[in-house]
């Protein structure tokens, strides 16, 4: 599996992880306060990693600070990062459409919890 792969992993089971003491313990209100800003600030840190590796392992270089933007503001700059990364347009299109799969993927533990509670 690709580092790249390994990194997304790591941000999909972070990102689920996440909901669940809020689900299972709303009583402890300031805990969840502190485990959505640590696991932000490290979804930005994996988000950047990401970027990086992922531009490493296509053998090419993002341009300007694209990877900083993209993990800094992810659902607009990603795609930005797609076109500027890749040299066909379809590719940029469907890297996008996988982004926001993901995103969506990413949410699934904490819609379904959502309902449950």
């Known amino acids: 599996m690709k580092k790249s792969n390994k990194i997304l992993w790591v941000l999909f089971l972070i990102s689920n992880l996440q909901s ?14 502190f485990l959505n800003i640590s696991i932000s600030v490290i979804s930005v840190a994996l988000i950047y990693s990401w970027c990086k590796t992922e531009s ?27 076109f500027r990364t890749r040299s066909n347009k379809l590719q940029a299109v469907k890297s996008t459409a996988k982004s926001f799969l993901f995103l969506l993927a990413m949410s699934l533990v904490e819609i379904v919890a959502s309902f449950i509670t």
């Open 56 to 82: 490493t392992e296509r053998n090419s270089v993002a341009p300007g600070h694209s990877a900083l933007w993209a993990a800094l503001f992810a659902v607009i700059f990603i795609p930005v990062y797609f």
């Open 20 to 33: 669940l003491p809020i689900v299972f313990f709303p009583q402890l209100n300031q805990l969840a306060q």
